[in-house]
């Protein structure tokens, strides 16, 4: 079945560091995939995605490569701010229909 | 609407007793779904519909959940003799194309 597997959290950084969470997956066929952030106390919103191959999704400054070789979909940002202090989690969709696969989320924490 | 709704926002229950969590999708998404996500963890597909029709409820963890959908639109997630292993985030999403688009969801504590 289809999975998907991200680096454990929490991640801590100083402001204006660079960013990186590591993001793989397991799915049949060529899955949509998604980066979603989690702010303290909201829902989930919807930070990038990418829909195929070698596509780069790109949102706030953060940015993540789908690449089918590696079945890798990191999350980078150059420079982080303490607003990003969120959790971040890692998805997938493969199904006909749209069901979403999470990974277990990173929990990243940005001090001034 | 401007997004997905959830209400209630936070619900205490009694082991036991019955509990009914409501989605308001946004206006015009033909497909809905239902996630859990229990503390620290991602969230879990529970089930899907496209308009009324249930056309998935593999993730539904017992038969005490229940959801439904009548006119296509509301969605009622219902969890009959909650028991302590309910307690989780109920998340509600509804979608266009490939993307989904989440509630800030329900927050159940089973006593």
Same mark, same amino acid.
């Given at each position: ?37 989690? !702010?303290?106390? *909201?829902?989930?919103?919807?930070l &990038?995605k ?7 999704? #790109?949102?706030k400054? @953060?940015?993540?490569? !789908?690449?089918? *070789?590696?079945?890798s979909?990191? &999350? ?8 990003? #202090?969120?959790?971040? @989690? ?19 924490q940005?001090?001034? | ?71 296509g ?39």
């Amino acid at each position: 079945g289809d999975s998907v597997t991200q680096m454990e959290g929490p991640v801590t950084l100083s402001e204006e560091a660079f960013l990186t969470i590591n993001c793989t997956y397991t799915a049949t066929g060529y899955p949509s995939l998604f980066w979603y952030v989690q !702010y303290p106390g *909201e829902g989930l919103q919807l930070l &990038l995605k990418a829909t195929k191959a070698d596509d780069k999704g #790109s949102n706030k400054g @953060f940015e993540a490569t !789908y690449r089918k *070789e590696t079945t890798s979909f990191h &999350l980078e940002k150059g420079s982080v701010q303490v607003s990003d #202090s969120a959790v971040y @989690f890692c998805a997938l969709n493969s199904g006909g229909y749209q069901k979403v696969t999470f990974g277990t989320g990173t929990k990243l924490q940005v001090i001034p | 609407g401007a997004g997905v709704s959830q209400s209630p926002r936070y619900k205490v229950a009694k082991r036991g007793q019955d509990v009914a969590l409501r989605c308001d999708p946004i206006s015009g998404h033909v497909s809905l779904f239902w996630y859990q996500q229990a503390l620290g963890q991602g969230p879990e597909f529970l089930t899907y519909f496209q308009n009324e029709a249930q056309l998935d409820k593999s993730g539904l963890p017992s038969d005490r959940f229940f959801a439904e959908r009548p006119e296509g639109s509301v969605s009622t997630l219902k969890i009959q003799r909650t028991q302590q292993e309910d307690s989780a985030v109920y998340l509600c999403a509804s979608s266009d194309l490939d993307t989904q688009y989440f509630g800030p969801g329900t927050r159940l504590t089973v006593l």
